[in-house]
């Protein structure tokens, strides 16, 4: 390729496209300060951010089941039925009142996560008077602001500058990358850089080819600056206009280009090194869905996130986006409130979320990665005449991971209040979760971000404004043992009673969802007994009174098969 050729496959304002696999993805780097960040973030966590571009109707991904019926009368033509084949999944009965939730029927994936402790779910999470506008209502989520704050850049391209002033004497991109940090300190998977990963005095860059190798083979034709002859065959126009802000820019963009190979030939050594994955992601949407929405365009985009990680790239933040939330129009089909666009679309979500993780647990990485979802706003609580939602206030978002506080943060939104908003959720300051607490809690807790530095990133959040540095969101469990702790709360086999038994026993136990349960008796050589149940039973507390009369003295074993519950207990028989 001429050299020209490439120069004009730049966007000098947003930077082109690196594909890997076939994917787009854009490399971003910036100013001198940004040069070393990701070797600066010791504890080698990184987030993936997955943007729900449009707006999530909130409402149908989490339906409030202690209001079912003012949800319904607000949206016949979209609700989600209570019964039935395709009814809501009841999400935790163990939750109070406030908090009770009804998942999307095709969010079963979303489901199991939950009940393995792997997830959190934010309810009404936004800011007060949430702007309706979608650019202006990302710009303020990406920029970590207010609703009337000014926007002049991004959290993490702030936290990324922030992370880099403990170290100071770096040039870009002379210095970068580096042994210490050879990769790109954020990937975005999208065909413009956000405004999320600029600072408040650059831009970031990237460039655009098919996949690694075919990056790798051209910029190895590139010729770049003769060190002998002592010229740049870059085109750069002559010395008077170096030292000028055109100049600078100019220069800073030419330069991209001697240290793509570097970049190149890196992010190709780590995705061959993390290798194939042992696990099945999604790739379609078992049900018709209207136009491409069918294709599940997720899983590729965290495949190749695994892969860059389990090979060892050091990139810090990963941002991930699925569009067609916008759903004025045929949200659901005419004929079935549960079917269309939308289920597709929460169904995607849901299905590749449940594969990456499984990906990271063989990886053996889940416990360095975070993954994050948000939407631009919610939509209006009443449905329009056009089977869609408008644009509305707060949404949802989830949080994966092995090191969340799994459940549900935060209570149901009052749907008596809908009228007095103009058909929207309450969004004032005491109605939302802001979601600046939600970013403040990971820069803190997930990325060891001191709280006296914050106000650098989340200037918002400075000089005793609401919120502040110290408010954050209970995301995350200090062990494992807090994910076990939940887990038993939820599914348990009791100790039988009496035991040890005579003639009879009372076996217990407690199942969180609608589950085929085997309970089985077996003798210490493994032979099975019997089964005292082999059945589906609904979620709750369930008994069976067993007659074991029959059975001579010994001890015996009884075990449990139900979904995450698989469990063992002993008996003795007297």
């Known amino acids: 390729m001429k050299r020209r050729s490439f120069l004009r496959n730049i966007s000098i304002a947003a930077g082109g496209t690196l594909l890997l696999n076939g994917i787009p993805l854009k490399a971003l780097s910036g100013t001198p300060k940004l040069a070393h960040t990701a070797r600066l973030s010791g504890n080698g966590r990184a987030l993936v951010l997955l943007q729900l571009h449009g707006g999530n109707d909130g409402l149908n991904t989490f339906i409030p089941l202690n209001q079912y019926s003012e949800y319904y009368n607000m949206r016949p033509n979209l609700a989600i039925p209570d019964s039935g084949n395709r009814g809501y999944i009841p999400l935790d009965s163990t939750l109070p009142d406030e908090k009770q939730l009804g998942l999307h029927p095709d969010m079963v994936?979303?489901?199991?996560?939950?009940?393995?402790?792997?997830?959190?779910?934010?309810?009404?999470?936004?800011?007060?008077?949430?702007?309706?506008?979608?650019?202006?209502?990302r710009d303020i989520w990406f920029g970590g602001g207010g609703f009337d704050d000014p926007v002049t850049g991004g959290w993490i391209g702030r936290y990324l500058e922030l992370e880099h002033a403990k170290n100071q004497g770096l040039d870009w991109p002379t210095d970068f990358p580096h042994d210490g940090m050879p990769d790109p300190l954020g990937l975005e998977f999208a065909n413009e850089v956000s405004l999320g990963f600029h600072t408040d005095d650059t831009v970031p860059a990237g460039l655009s080819i098919p996949n690694p190798a075919t990056f790798l083979n051209l910029v190895q034709e590139l010729p770049g600056y003769n060190e002998e002859l002592m010229s740049d065959p870059r085109g750069f126009p002559a010395d008077g206009i170096r030292d000028t802000l055109y100049g600078r820019e100019l220069e800073w963009i030419l330069n991209i280009e001697k240290d793509t190979d570097k970049y190149a030939e890196r992010l190709q050594q780590a995705y061959l090194a993390g290798g194939n994955s042992t696990v099945n992601y999604p790739t379609k949407y078992p049900f018709s869905a209207p136009g491409n929405s069918r294709n599940n365009p997720l899983s590729a985009y965290l495949q190749i996130i695994a892969r860059l990680l389990a090979g060892g790239c050091q990139t810090r933040v990963f941002l991930v986006r699925i569009g067609g939330f916008d759903t004025h129009v045929n949200q659901v089909t005419p004929y079935d409130n549960t079917m269309g666009k939308h289920a597709a679309l929460l169904h995607h979500v849901a299905s590749a979320m449940r594969a990456f993780q499984d990906d990271l647990r063989a990886r053996g990485l889940e416990d360095k990665v975070l993954s994050v979802t948000f939407s631009e706003f919610g939509r209006r609580a009443l449905a329009n005449n056009s089977y869609g939602s408008d644009h509305g206030t707060v949404a949802p978002m989830m949080v994966f991971g092995n090191r969340v506080n799994p459940g549900v943060i935060g209570n149901n939104a009052d749907l008596n209040r809908v009228q007095e908003n103009n058909g929207n959720l309450p969004d004032g300051a005491e109605d939302v979760?802001?979601?600046?607490?939600?970013?403040?809690?990971?820069?803190?807790?997930?990325?060891?971000?001191?709280?006296?530095?914050?106000?650098?990133?989340?200037?918002?959040?400075?000089?005793?404004?609401?919120?502040?540095?110290?408010?954050k969101q209970l995301l995350f469990s200090q062990t494992i043992t807090g994910t076990n702790d939940f887990i038993a709360g939820r599914y348990k086999l009791n100790t039988c009673y009496p035991n040890p038994v005579k003639t009879e026993t009372v076996f217990s136990f407690r199942i969180n969802n609608s589950l085929p349960v085997q309970l089985s008796l077996y003798d210490l050589q493994g032979r099975k007994l019997m089964d005292v149940v082999n059945k589906p039973l609904p979620p709750g507390d369930h008994e069976y009174r067993s007659d074991l009369s029959h059975l001579p003295p010994g001890t015996y074993l009884y075990r449990i098969c139900a979904g995450p519950l698989q469990d063992t207990k002993k008996l003795i028989k007297h």
């Open 109 to 137: 994936a979303l489901k199991e996560l939950y009940d393995e402790g792997r997830v959190a779910i934010l309810q009404n999470v936004g800011y007060e008077n949430v702007n309706g506008s979608h650019f202006k209502s």
């Open 433 to 471: 979760i802001d979601y600046r607490t939600v970013f403040n809690t990971i820069l803190q807790e997930w990325f060891e971000v001191d709280s006296s530095q914050i106000p650098l990133v989340l200037p918002s959040l400075a000089n005793g404004s609401q919120p502040g540095v110290e408010d």
